[in-house]
């Protein structure tokens, strides 16, 4: 199976163009098709987990701790730990020529280990239950069929990002999730705010791209070669001039700045929760959203060595992804809107897997992505459940909703344990991966990213405490008639609830496990990264400090203490509370001052260069040589040229009016003057003879 | 088949469209159906002349010329009847017949004011004798002869067929041209009198490569066919006659415009300019890559300024050749395979955006991007297919505008040996960036046009979603879009070969 | 017999048809007087025919009489075709090549 990965990504594919051609005529107009590809495609990824599962156990000789998986999915129990010695396992690829330049052939192809296996599986997975949960979700829409077939080709894109073997290959699958991610935010485009959104979304993580565009190329001029092994190989042996490393990397931070929503180009993430709930969990939740960290851990080698990540300094990515988590979480405290409450924090986690990253906790970011995936979105989901069942198609906590939990039981339930999961309390998954960011940090020496992802543990674990206060406990303020979900969406729900639970326990290192690690942690062409032993005091801190947030919020929003009323009363908190509620001016920064002024002020100038400079130059000629032409015309050619020319025509006529008497038509003067003519000619020629 | 390899092939390519002039003329005016037959069975078999070409031709030799012919023609000044293709000419002649091929059918039902289909079919034929003769001419003054018939039908076309303000426009169109055509026609005198023994043959021009020549002659005559050249591409700021062309011509007379007769002019600096004299091409490379960086940046900015729609299409050309011409400026085979890709990207991609624009205007008899909005809502299928092409047009990867414009960008990081390195990476950021603006002007394009509801005017107008024979000539290019942005080694294949050799050539001669 | 009566006869049927050609109104008898001119060289060739004894000077004359022949005849037809005209056989009248 794992030389017949290139199957997982097809079937979508083929999907999306047959619901395309077909879909609106099937009975279900066409989400049989997707549903039916997609779970095709996640079975063939936990086959394909497993196989790579088989071979990374079979290279360390402990083939038989494999019976303990026989289901074939990763959340099962991990066994043994005991000694593992490093034996390589290379990727397995296949590929053919795609494109030849200069006489270079370029390969498309896959590269499958288990980074990649790891990411099937997530996406296959969220994917296939979000194609299930939108049977239900979506049912009735008016763009059902296009729906499924953009949920279909955005799965295709997304798991060709993953499978690829090159860099150029992993740009087109990520322009692709992106062209999705666009479409699907624009899904209802009638209304106005809908399309202003998919455009932001579109045109922002644009902007990043220039960076990833620029750093693939750095990076070929570099390494010589497109090919993502042997970039980080050479990379990793100091093959590549560091200036070019940081160069590239810096660039490719970029990309990974726009896509993954980081700070200062996290603003178009909340917009994006405009598209439908599904869009929502599945693209800006747990797929393609990663999909900058994912970039970040395939190419790591290049920003460790262009970061100089080892040496235990401050570096840009753990900065960035530093700032993300501090300013994401406290944006999510003054967002009345649940989808944007997840939105921000969704962009808070994101920034704890590219401070991860950034720090050296490559296992630990990798398998943050792992479990955020599942509680993340566990979350959305079950705030469209929410919206679907309880508060008519509402996402506004405070006004549509309260009270929730007696009349949804399952969606209250899992989306506590999404809660809790994220907050980091144990055993969620969300303690286990955070908490070994944290822990990695703190080994490596980066002890003021330890304090940031501190705080930030804090305040997520404060701001969602709120937001479940305010969807389920309380009075109901909604219209409607809350009732529970049906079965389509409730079992996702459920489903997800499991892995949110368990999926932490595949690397749980208080428990001596670490599967995960040795499954997805690359033994090709990588960094030697140091793993932190599990230290019941950081752990006790960490789940300590969420707590304390939970504690916090919960006296605040159930027992109504504190400080109630501040931002009435105190000028300064209603500052901070006004700036953050104009999410720090950044939209405003953007939107009228920068795209303002190119499509306003710049692109007008541009446009008036044109019509008045160039083009007036060129009229200018234009009007300069009709001009020198008319004087050519009036001056030269009327009065001069054509003066002489009937000057001498004049002169002609009035020779030939003095000749005209000579002509007299009278054929007997003509006979007279010849008679005479040679009377006179004869008497010359007598005179002059003689 | 001998006589098909032989030259008679090519021939047929070229000179089946007169003929089919010929006949179009030949009948009387008031049997539309069968001018309208006749037209599209020539334009048709000239296709399939093509085909035949596409089949025969041998691709492990795309660098040599093929179905070549080579007879005697103007002897008093040694110009021959040289004609032959290679990978380069392949693909843009086979552009050309497609195209003319969807022109033909687009128009089947409605021709623009003043109708008289007998006129405006008999100058598309025209027009494609002159371009496939471009592509196919191995000789300067053929060349110049086919460059130049071009010219007129293009011209009668806007300024019988154009909107209101067609004449300016024609006129603006047929002088700018014709001065650069000037130019370069002494650009051409002065190589064949400057060269030993005298020749006009293109093949042997590039084997010489400029030698004998001084330093400043060559500048000068490279400036003779840069300038001819660069207004026809458009190149900034030669490039004022395109948005006036544009917006006055008839829909066909745009897509002719925009998908090939763009063409001619980098393919005049890809077949003449850079083998002929590549020393004085190393010393123009950094301004004519300026030029292209310019390009990619204001034409963007003027497409955000835009009011109307088809105008907008237009300046979007200026930037989008802007990356063919950055390619080319590297003189790296990378770069002129990325930009050889690009004409043929672009001729598509833009092609069928200035097909939607007609498309758009004959149903709500406006281009106004202020009163459009809500096409999906009305003609969802012409709707996703404007999308489809903005999205190809701004490069999205996957479709065929990528390999025109990310490698011409990645060859601007690395360009020939000799070329200033700084200046050029400085270009490639510059171009990046543009490919940001190209998503941003396009993008509010198809929100302006696509999304939303309807605007009062037209809430109650009855429109029609993409009919039949626009199907027909659409698919065509819709397939070729998708088919060559997903497995780009279908043309990538045919040009690499026959660029290397060029790029080798330049190289050389530099070097040497 | 000597040459020279013939050539004063001769001399006078000339003037006597050069003063006829310019003075006389009436067409035809201007043309009567171009007969006179004629003859008056025919008298000329046949004199000297004799004088220098070669017969060239005869056939010359035999020549002159039949163009002669000829030309009269057109020459009437014009007069006539003028006379029905102008009602008048008077040349002073046919001047419509005046300049």
Redesign the interface.
């Known amino acids: 199976m794992l030389r017949n990965a290139w199957l997982i990504p097809l079937l979508p594919a083929l999907s999306f163009v047959a619901i395309l051609l077909v879909g609106k005529r099937l009975p279900r107009r066409g989400a049989e098709l997707g549903v039916g590809a997609v779970g095709a495609s996640f079975v063939l990824a936990c086959v394909a987990a497993w196989q790579w599962i088989d071979r990374v156990e079979g290279a360390t000789g402990k083939s038989e701790g494999l019976r303990a998986f026989g289901k074939g999915v990763l959340g099962g129990e991990g066994g043994e730990g005991g000694e593992h010695a490093e034996v390589a396992v290379a990727p397995v690829t296949r590929g053919f020529t795609w494109w030849q330049n200069g006489n270079v052939e370029f390969n498309v192809g896959i590269a499958i280990d288990g980074l990649t296996v790891m990411m099937l599986f997530v996406v296959t997975l969220v994917s296939f239950l979000v194609h299930v949960y939108s049977t239900s979700y979506m049912e009735g829409d008016r763009r059902f069929t296009h729906f499924y077939a953009l949920l279909s080709l955005f799965t295709a894109s997304m798991l060709l990002l993953v499978v690829a073997d090159n860099t150029i290959q992993l740009l087109v699958g990520w322009e692709l999730v992106g062209l999705c991610s666009f479409v699907l935010i624009g899904h209802w485009w009638e209304e106005k705010p809908n399309a202003d959104a998919a455009v932001k979304a579109f045109l922002t993580t644009r902007v990043g791209d220039v960076g990833l565009m620029i750093g693939i190329i750095v990076l070929f001029f570099a390494a010589g070669t497109f090919d993502i092994q042997a970039i980080n190989a050479q990379a990793v042996e100091g093959e590549i001039g560091h200036t070019l490393l940081v160069v590239a990397s810096a660039c490719l931070l970029g990309g990974i700045i726009g896509k993954s929503g980081q700070f200062p180009l996290h603003t178009w993430l909340p917009d994006a929760m405009a598209g439908p709930t599904p869009v929502s969990a599945l693209i800006h939740a747990a797929t393609m959203v990663v999909a900058g960290v994912y970039l970040g851990a395939r190419l790591y080698p290049v920003f460790f060595e262009g970061f100089s990540i080892d040496g235990g300094t401050i570096n840009v990515m753990a900065l960035i992804g530093g700032t993300t988590i501090i300013i994401g979480a406290a944006l999510a405290f003054v967002q009345n809107d649940i989808k944007k409450v997840l939105a921000y924090s969704t962009i808070s986690q994101l920034g704890y897997m590219v401070m991860g990253l950034g720090v050296g906790a490559w296992v630990a970011a990798v398998f943050h992505l792992f479990t955020h995936a599942f509680f993340k979105a566990l979350l959305f989901l079950g705030a469209g459940s929410v919206s679907h069942s309880g508060s008519h198609h509402s996402f506004d906590m405070k006004a549509d909703m309260g009270g929730l939990r007696k009349f949804m039981p399952v969606t209250f339930w899992t989306f506590m344990i999404g809660s809790l999961a994220l907050a980091g309390i144990i055993p969620f998954a969300g303690f286990w991966s955070k908490d070994e960011i944290l822990a990695t940090a703190g080994q490596n020496e980066f002890t003021f990213f330890l304090v940031v992802g501190l705080v930030g543990a804090f305040m997520t674990a404060a701001y969602m405490t709120r937001c479940v206060y305010l969807t389920f406990f309380g009075e109901y303020r909604g219209h409607g008639e809350p009732h529970e979900s049906p079965r389509a969406i409730t079992v996702p729900l459920i489903v997800l609830a499991g892995f949110s639970v368990l999926a932490g326990l595949v690397n749980a290192s208080a428990l001596e496990i670490e599967k995960f690690k040795e499954w997805v942690e690359p033994t090709v062409a990588f960094p030697a990264l140091e793993h932190p032993e599990f230290e019941l005091a950081g752990a006790a801190l960490a789940l300590a400090v969420a707590l304390l947030g939970i504690l916090v919020s919960y006296a605040y929003w159930f027992r109504n203490l504190g400080p109630h009323g501040i931002t009435a009363r105190n000028p300064l908190a209603r500052a901070g509370y006004t700036f953050l509620e104009n999410k720090y001016y950044l939209d405003a920064l953007y939107e009228n001052v920068i795209v303002g002024s190119i499509k306003g002020a710049i692109a007008r100038a541009s446009y008036w260069t044109n019509q008045r400079v160039i083009d007036g130059a060129v009229n200018g000629v234009a009007t300069g040589a009709a001009q020198v032409g008319r004087f050519a015309y009036d001056v030269l050619d009327q009065k001069a040229v054509d003066g002489a020319v009937n000057g001498l025509a004049v002169s002609t006529g009035q020779t030939g009016g003095l000749l005209r008497y000579v002509q007299s038509g009278r054929v007997q003067r003509y006979a007279l003057m010849l008679f005479a003519s040679v009377a006179l000619l004869s008497l010359a020629l007598f005179v002059f003879s003689n | 088949m001998d006589w098909f390899d032989s030259g008679w092939g090519l021939t047929l390519a070229i000179f089946l469209p007169v003929a089919g002039m010929v006949v179009v003329l030949a009948i009387p005016k008031a049997q539309e159906q069968a001018i309208k037959i006749v037209a599209l069975l020539t334009t048709l078999a000239t296709l399939a002349a093509g085909v035949g070409l596409l089949v025969r031709f041998d691709y492990d030799d795309t660098g040599d010329l093929q179905f070549e012919a080579n007879k005697s023609w103007i002897d008093v000044i040694q110009s021959r009847y040289h004609i032959g293709i290679d990978g380069i000419a392949l693909p843009l002649l086979l552009l050309s017949m497609v195209v003319t091929v969807a022109c033909v059918i687009y128009s089947w039902d409605h021709f623009p004011a003043p109708h008289n289909p007998k006129g405006f079919l008999a100058l598309t034929l025209l027009l494609e004798t002159g371009m496939n003769g471009t592509f196919a001419a191995q000789d300067l003054i053929l060349f110049f002869i086919f460059f130049e018939l071009v010219l007129l039908p293009m011209f009668f076309m806007i300024g019988v067929w154009g909107g209101p303000n067609r004449v300016y426009a024609s006129i603006k169109f047929f002088l700018f041209t014709l001065f650069g055509s000037a130019l370069m026609l002494l650009s051409f005198l002065a190589l064949f009198f400057l060269t030993e023994p005298h020749t006009f043959d293109i093949p042997t021009l590039a084997e010489a490569a400029g030698e004998g020549l001084v330093g400043s002659t060559q500048n000068l005559i490279f400036l003779g066919l840069f300038l001819g050249f660069a207004i026809k591409v458009p190149m900034f700021p030669f490039h004022t006659w395109l948005p006036d062309a544009h917006t006055e011509a008839p829909t066909v007379g745009s897509v002719i415009l925009a998908a090939v007769l763009l063409k001619l002019g980098t393919y005049g600096f890809v077949r003449i300019a850079l083998p002929v004299l590549p020393q004085a091409a190393e010393d123009w490379a950094p301004w004519i890559g300026l030029l292209a960086v310019i390009g990619i940046i204001y034409g963007a900015l003027c497409c955000l300024a835009q009011r109307d729609m088809k105008r907008l299409i237009a300046f979007s050309s200026v930037a989008h050749m802007g990356f063919v011409m950055l390619g080319i400026a590297t003189l790296t085979d990378f770069g002129i395979n990325a930009a050889v890709f690009g004409m043929v990207a672009h001729g598509l991609i833009t092609g069928m955006l200035f097909f939607l624009a007609g498309s758009v205007q004959e149903r709500y008899n406006t281009r106004e991007l202020s009163r459009l909005g809500g096409l999906l809502v009305q003609a969802p299928r012409l709707g996703w297919i404007l999308g489809f092409c903005a999205m190809a047009s701004l490069g999205l990867p996957g479709l065929a505008g990528f390999w025109g414009e990310f490698p011409a960008i990645l060859s601007a990081y690395e360009p020939l040996e000799g070329l200033p390195v700084e200046t050029f990476r400085t270009f490639m950021v510059f171009a990046a960036i543009g490919t940001v603006l190209a998503a941003g002007y396009l993008l509010w394009m198809f929100q302006r046009v696509a999304f939303g509801e309807p605007k009062p005017e037209f809430e109650s107008a009855h429109i029609h979603d993409v009919h039949a024979p626009e199907w027909i000539a659409w698919t065509p290019l819709l397939l070729l879009i998708v088919a060559l942005g997903v497995y780009p080694n279908l043309l990538f294949k045919i040009t690499d070969g026959a660029v290397t050799g060029v790029a080798d050539g330049v190289a050389k001669a530099i070097g040497g | 017999m000597a040459l020279n009566q013939f050539l004063i006869l001769s001399a006078f049927l000339f003037c006597t048809g050069?003063y006829g050609?310019?003075a006389r109104r009436n067409g035809v008898l201007?043309l009567m007087s171009v007969e006179l001119m004629l003859n008056a060289v025919n008298i000329n060739l046949v004199a000297f025919s004799a004088f220098v004894r070669d017969v060239g000077g005869q056939i010359f004359a035999l020549f002159v009489i039949t163009i002669a022949a000829a030309e009269v005849g057109v020459g009437l037809a014009i007069v006539l075709l003028i006379y029905r005209n102008l009602d008048s056989p008077d040349?002073?009248r046919?001047?419509?090549?005046?300049?």
């Not at chain 3, 046919?94 to 300049?99: A, H, M, P, R, T």
């Open positions: 050069v050609v310019l201007v040349l002073d046919v001047d419509q090549l005046k300049g």
